[in-house]
Every structure is written in C-alpha cells, then in structure tokens.
C-alpha cells in the first residue's frame, strides 16, 4: 500500500535556526507531492507543490521543498524560521490521477519555535 | 480558493447515535472529499462524493457506517452511524481548486473540520 512518512513528529527550533523536515514516500510511479500546514486554530492550508519540472519547489513563508525521485523524498526547507512558523506540517501524496484529490498524508510534524 | 463552511464545528456524542455532518462550498464543485484525523493520526479518505451519483468509498470505509449525500454542487453532508469511541476524530470536507487559480488544479481546500468526541 502507498505510505508517507514524516521522520520528525516533533521539532523544537529557536528563531533564525534552519529547519528540515523529512518526507519519504513509497510509490514508484509519477506523482504529485504537497506539504500542508495547520497554523494554530487555523485551517489546513497549501504550503507548496510539486507536480513535475523544477524539483526545487519554493512556497509560501520562505519555505521550499527538492523532489528528490531517486530517495522516494521531498523534504522540505527554512533556512531560518521565524516564531510565526509554529505549525504542524504535513506532507502528502497523490498518486491516483483518476483521483486528484486523494491524497495520503504523512503522520505530522509539529514546528514549536521559541522566540 | 473555495470556503468551506462546516458544521458542527465540534460536537460530544454518546455511543449508538449517529450524526450528521455539514460541509457547504461558496461555489460549484464537481468532487468533494471526507477526510478522517484520528487523535495522533493522519488524515485519511474517507470517500469521494460526486453530485449526482453514490460515493465512492476508500478501503476500511463502508456506506452503511458513513453515509453520504450529495444533493448539489455546493453541498454535502456525512453521517457517522452507530457511533463507538474509536469514530472519535476530526472529520473534514475538501474540494479541489478549480484550474486558473494561483495554487492550481489538483489541489485542496480544507473546512476547519467537525470534531466529533463519542462517549
């Protein structure tokens, strides 16, 4: 079965640090790849995507993600995040394109930023 | 993007009931999804409601447990039936993007979801 998993579940990060989150998935065949994130009380909402050329996406915030199809990965980074990046981030998967919208989703990975 | 308006936004329901959910879209959508977040888990599709025509149920989910209606392109709702603890989650409805926009086709649009605590 098709799976997504996310290496880090929990990240504590001071402001200005780097971040990378892991992002593996088992599917060999094309697919379209997604990092959401669920700010505080807020609603899940898009980040970035991947659906073919460039593998180096860039998204919102400053964030960016490398399609890696070699390694099944597509991490994403913040060279330096800020308080306001406190979320959870979760990456998912399309890889049915007679279903665009179902997506696997990976288990989470919660951002706590100390200012 | 759409707006997904849901309700209940968050409801305390006791074993052996069922509930039905509300998900309403501000525009006209051909797909709508029901996502389920189990505590500590990730979302999972539920089914696939197309106007017009039954729901198109994933794996481990059957109509008779989650019944669905479809009755327009702007709405939809689930039924969580016959409710154990184990259907306590956060249920949420998406619709894809339509083409042109910013983010593109073949992305969603999440509601705020309806948590759903069985007693």
């Known amino acids: 079965a098709q799976s997504v998993s996310q290496h880090n579940h929990h990240v504590i990060l001071s402001e200005a640090a780097s971040l990378e989150l892991g992002c593996n998935y088992s599917?060999?065949?094309?697919?379209?790849l997604f990092w959401y994130v669920q700010y505080p009380g807020q609603h899940l909402q898009l980040l970035l995507k991947?659906?073919?050329?460039?593998?180096l996406v860039k998204g919102i915030k400053g964030f960016e993600a490398e399609f890696i199809k070699s390694k099944f990965s597509f991490n994403l980074r913040k060279p330096s995040v800020q308080w306001s990046d406190t979320a959870e981030y979760f990456c998912?998967?399309?890889?049915?394109?007679?279903?665009?919208?179902?997506?696997?989703f990976g288990q989470g990975t919660t951002l706590q930023v100390k200012p | 993007s759409a707006v997904i308006s849901q309700k209940p936004s968050r409801d305390i329901c006791q074993r052996g009931t069922s509930l039905t959910i509300q998900c309403q879209v501000d525009?006209?959508?051909?797909?709508m999804f029901w996502y389920r977040q189990q505590p500590g888990q990730s979302l999972t599709l539920i089914a696939t409601?197309?106007?017009?025509?039954?729901?198109?149920?994933e794996s481990g989910f059957v109509i008779d447990k989650f019944p669905i209606s479809r009755p327009n392109l702007t709405f939809s709702t689930l039924t969580v039936s016959n409710m154990s603890p184990e259907d306590s989650s956060i249920y949420l409805c998406?619709?894809?993007?339509?083409?042109?926009?910013?983010?593109?086709?073949?992305?969603?649009?999440f509601g705020a979801g309806s948590r759903l605590t069985v007693l």
């Open positions: 998406s619709v894809e993007d339509p083409p042109g926009l910013r983010s593109g086709a073949n992305v969603l649009t």
């Open positions: 599917y060999g065949g094309t697919v379209n």
């Open positions: 991947y659906f073919s050329g460039d593998p």
């Open positions: 998912a998967v399309n890889a049915d394109s007679s279903n665009t919208g179902k997506l696997i």
């Open positions: 525009s006209q959508v051909t797909m």
């Open positions: 409601a197309n106007q017009g025509s039954e729901a198109t149920y």
